[in-house]
């Protein structure tokens, strides 16, 4: 959870607010290569402040606001329609980031920004120009900007779009910053005389030079921090050279290489480096020490006081003709200036979040389930050359967009009424394309025997609650399998009552056998019921993979243990969405064996409690995929 204004004394409010004048004056260096800032927080005289200081400071560029439901047509640019018709030939029309070159980008609600909408952005950001080859018009036009992406998100499952944060060097949380902290006269203190140092490090940016060195202390401080992302680098290396072109210095020096780590890396962070302890107990073990061989003294012949007195001078005049090589100490020095600097930064909580996260994979937001094509109800996706029939919409714009070039060609072979009119041919029809997700139904599948029942079976029941209560906002189902003795029953069908899950959570015994195989045969079937009512179905299968009951409820552990296997198999061909987690007290590798069988996510619950197996499971509903 994110600490409020109440949490945070003035001092560490004071330190977050010098850090975004920091990223303000920064970003109004070099806006091009640092791409970028995605805000944290809602709207507000906080965020607003820091948007007049940005705008202040990168003056007289553009600033241009992209609304989250834009159409490619604007984003990218198109046939204007209303000039084609008029003139009767193709008229291009110029979109937003053509409008947005050399100035900045705002975009609004960028949580909600679509999958597509984000392709194509980072494509423009990547080639720096906007290449469009649609109606008959191909043109490419140059543009470059940076992107401020304002994020409301409350949660990191309304979060902006993964590829487009890789692109931008900037992250800030102003939420825990009250307002009372922000005030007019401390920021003009603050920033007093820095518009002409940015013009002036604006002019000296390109002779800016950055050592090997620091290079090599940036990439391992990236990965000492667990960021594989190679931008990261990149981008740290531009706001070292930036920082080094405010204070009117040719070379980038360690200051800025602890700055460039602070406001680019640690905010990639995805885990904490080892202590240096540790770090040189592993070096140790992974090199051992070397033999030396063993010289006999007497075979050494007698020292000359001469010949010493030659080597000497011998070794005055090497290092006479030579410069000496670089300390190595300063180096690792350096190095550990730099990624304490970077650690100081993390935020508090983050890397909990991200354990939480390695759980729970990107996903979008809103209703889950598998995309249905050609449906009849749903969200508009553009529209396909085709004619209108079964019920399907005409596109009536899209059809006037590919009619409109070819006007002046179809009224030259026609009377002068005719020619009044828009000519339209079946060949100009365009239908519209829905998108329709299908409902999930997340199906647990609960080891119910009397080894589970000592372990996790609390976990497991806490799990199917947590999950359940998200369904009233997702409109997603749960059902539940329990197996134990000689038998899998269906104890709850697909269903959205919080109380019929309880209840049946509740009256859940443990006890006897594990019939594995003949569970997982029960999964696939009501696995497949599911899909054939146009559901889509998620399996979760908790248990800890011993199975000892056969098919036809006879004992023996090796023969029951083959047969899950086999049922594993069968499942995994439906290739529906699975996730087997683990309830024994230690990760087993005959549950890994059987995960791996059924092409599933693994998921040790010792290692996972029941919120993040609810975190897993919805990730997996969202996704479509383990």
């Keep these: 959870m994110t600490p409020n204004a109440d949490h945070l004394s003035d001092e560490d409010q004071d330190s977050l607010w010098q850090q975004a004048v920091q990223v303000a004056v920064l970003m109004a260096i070099d806006p091009g290569t640092l791409g970028g800032v995605r805000i944290r927080a809602s709207a507000g005289p906080v965020r607003d402040a820091w948007l007049n200081l940005l705008r202040s400071l990168m003056s007289p560029s553009r600033w241009v606001r992209m609304p989250v439901s834009i159409t490619d047509e604007r984003l990218l640019g198109g046939l204007d329609l209303s000039a084609t018709l008029a003139s009767g030939r193709p008229v291009l029309q110029h979109g937003l980031l053509v409008e947005a070159d050399g100035g900045t980008l705002i975009l609004t609600m960028a949580e909600r920004l679509p999958t597509s909408t984000a392709a194509r952005l980072t494509q423009v950001m990547d ?60 920021m003009q203190q603050m920033m007093s005389g820095s518009i002409e140092d940015i013009v002036a490090a604006r002019a000296g940016l390109a002779g800016i030079e950055v050592p090997d060195e620091v290079l090599r202390v940036l990439c391992g401080t990236a990965m000492a921090l667990g960021v594989d992302s190679m931008r990261a680098s990149i981008m740290a290396r531009a706001v070292a050279r930036a920082s080094a072109a405010l204070f009117g210095n040719q070379i980038v020096s360690d200051d800025d290489a602890r700055l460039a780590a602070t406001l680019v890396l640690s905010t990639r962070a995805t885990r904490m480096p080892p202590a240096p302890d540790q770090e040189q ?41 030579k410069t000496s090589p670089p300390d190595p100490s300063q180096n690792i020095a350096m190095e ?72 002046k060609i179809r009224k030259a072979t026609l009377g002068p009424e005719a020619q009044q009119r828009v000519q339209v041919r079946s060949d100009d029809f365009h239908i519209a394309r829905i998108k329709q997700k299908t409902a999930t139904t997340t199906l647990f599948v609960v080891d119910a025997s009397g080894s589970s029942a000592l372990h996790r079976l609390a976990e497991a029941k806490g799990a199917v609650e947590l999950l359940l209560a998200d369904c009233y906002v997702r409109r997603d189902q749960v059902a539940l399998i329990a197996f134990r003795g000689k038998v899998a029953e269906l104890l709850l069908p697909p269903t959205r009552s919080l109380v019929r899950a309880k209840r049946s959570l509740s009256g859940l015994p443990g006890g006897g056998g594990t019939p594995l195989a ?24 908790l248990t800890d993979g011993r199975a000892n009951v056969a098919r036809d409820g006879s004992g023996g552990r090796e023969r029951a243990q083959s047969e899950a296997t086999q049922a594993a198999r069968q499942l995994a061909a439906l290739q529906v969405p699975l996730l087997f987690i683990d309830t024994s007290p230690k990760p087993q590798e005959a549950a890994a064996q059987l995960a791996g069988a059924m092409r599933a996510r693994y998921i040790p619950l010792p290692h996972a ?18």
């Excluded at 990107?362 to 019920?391: D, E, F, L, T, Y």
């Excluded at 029960?522 to 599911?530: D, F, I, P, R």
């Excluded at 409690?609 to 383990?626: E, F, H, K, M, Y």
Aim: proline share 7%; no cysteine; charged share 30%.
């Design 336 to 407: 550990d200036r730099v990624l304490d600097a970077a650690k100081a930064a993390i935020p508090a909580g983050l890397l909990s979040q991200l354990i939480a996260g390695s759980l729970q994979q990107r996903a979008s937001s809103g209703k889950s389930g598998a995309m249905v094509k050609g449906g009849q109800r749903g969200r508009p996706s553009g529209s396909r050359r085709a004619q209108p029939a079964h019920g399907s919409r005409l596109h009536l714009i899209d059809t006037l967009r590919a009619a409109a070039p070819w006007q």
């Design 127 to 186: 080639e720096g120009a906007v290449v469009l080859e649609r109606d008959g018009l191909a043109e490419r036009r140059a543009t470059r900007f940076a992107v401020v992406a304002l994020d409301e998100g409350l949660s990191e499952e309304e979060s902006l779009s993964l590829a487009l944060r890789d692109r931008l060097a900037f992250e800030l949380d102003l939420r825990p910053i009250s307002p009372r902290r922000v005030n007019d006269v401390d």
């Design 609 to 626: 409690g029941a919120a993040a197996v609810s975190l897993a499971v919805r990730a997996a509903t969202q996704n479509g995929a383990p």
């Design 281 to 321: 107990e592993e070096q140790r073990e992974e090199q051992p020490p070397e033999e030396l061989p063993e010289q006999p003294i007497e075979d050494a012949p007698p020292n000359d006081p001469d010949d010493d007195k030659n080597d000497q001078d011998d070794q005055q005049d090497d290092q006479d003709d």
């Design 518 to 541: 003949t569970a997982i045969d029960t999964a696939a079937s009501v696995a497949e019921g599911l899909r054939r009512r146009g559901q889509s179905p998620v399996v979760v299968l």
